[in-house]
């Protein structure tokens, strides 16, 4: 019995975790059924109407559009800078080396409000209009630590005697390092590209200094809709919001198979 308790009480504390974590998500998805003019929990009745009205709302499907966009492009350029930036600064050594990290890794360091105000401030100096290229760059100065540190992590370890190899029998160093550091390192190339793509698409206290009537992501939709009106069209737009995320998750698991990435670097 007493060396059952131990493993009863982890089994209990995972459980009451796991609770904690989901239920939030439950709360919005059961809320976004309900009959009612108002957002109540536990749903009075059930129903797909407030899915339906957001046929009357394409504002909100452009904003999310427009998040996935930007959030994409944010990625995948954040994921180049960061994979390169990780290459340069653990396989070099040069004067200003520990100074240029830390300036890559300041957004981390800066409250985000500070950063959307100085990012306002700078566009209005070079004249840089509201737009999706706007948000991207923005994005990019603030996922770009995440990546390199994700990137960095895997290349410490790295056993360079294989690149060596590989070049002493004839690679060039673009086969060398798609055929043999990439798939080394994808593990933190894959979870800073996924970091990344979150944290832009999430993304409101940045957004909120640099959008425009025209130009306006779904977090930031969602923020000022809530300012008017508090009807189930804010859980329905959350829930499809939700599903999305959990969707995007299990084709990356099917197609990249993170998940098993993961577990061959543990």
């Known amino acids: 019995m007493r060396k059952r308790l131990p493993k009863?009480?982890?089994?209990?504390?995972?459980?009451?975790?796991?609770?904690?974590?989901?239920?939030?998500?439950?709360?919005?998805?059961?809320?976004?059924?309900?009959?009612?003019e108002y957002i109540a929990f536990p749903p009075k009745g059930l129903t797909l109407r407030w899915y339906t009205e957001l046929i009357n709302h394409p504002e909100f499907m452009q904003s999310l559009i427009l998040s996935i966009v930007v959030a994409l492009g944010t990625a995948i350029i954040s994921t180049i800078i960061g994979t390169l930036a990780s290459l340069a600064v653990v396989r070099n050594q040069f004067k200003g080396k520990e100074a240029i990290v830390q300036l890559i890794g300041s957004p981390l360091l800066i409250p985000s409000v500070v950063f959307g105000v100085a990012l306002l401030q700078f566009y209005s100096w070079i004249g840089l209009a509201a737009s999706p290229l706007a948000l991207i760059i923005g994005h990019i100065i603030l996922t770009v630590p995440f990546v390199l540190r994700l990137v960095v992590a895997n290349l410490v370890d790295f056993d360079r005697s294989i690149e060596r190899a590989a070049m002493n029998l004839g690679a060039s160093s673009w086969k060398v390092f798609f055929h043999i550091t990439l798939p080394i390192i994808k593990s933190g190339v894959i979870a800073g590209c996924i970091f990344a793509f979150i944290t832009s698409f999430d993304d409101l206290t940045v957004a909120l200094f640099i959008v425009s009537t025209d130009v306006v992501t779904l977090p930031v939709r969602i923020y000022t809709y809530m300012q008017y009106q508090y009807d189930p069209i804010i859980t329905s737009i959350s829930s499809i919001m939700i599903l999305f995320t959990i969707i995007l998750m299990i084709v990356i698991e099917r197609v990249l198979g993170v998940g098993k990435v993961f577990a061959s670097k543990n």
Do not use: G, Q, R
Not at 12 to 34: D, G, M
């Open 8 to 36: 009863l009480t982890l089994n209990t504390f995972c459980i009451i975790v796991y609770i904690f974590l989901l239920a939030p998500i439950v709360v919005v998805l059961l809320s976004s059924l309900t009959k009612t």
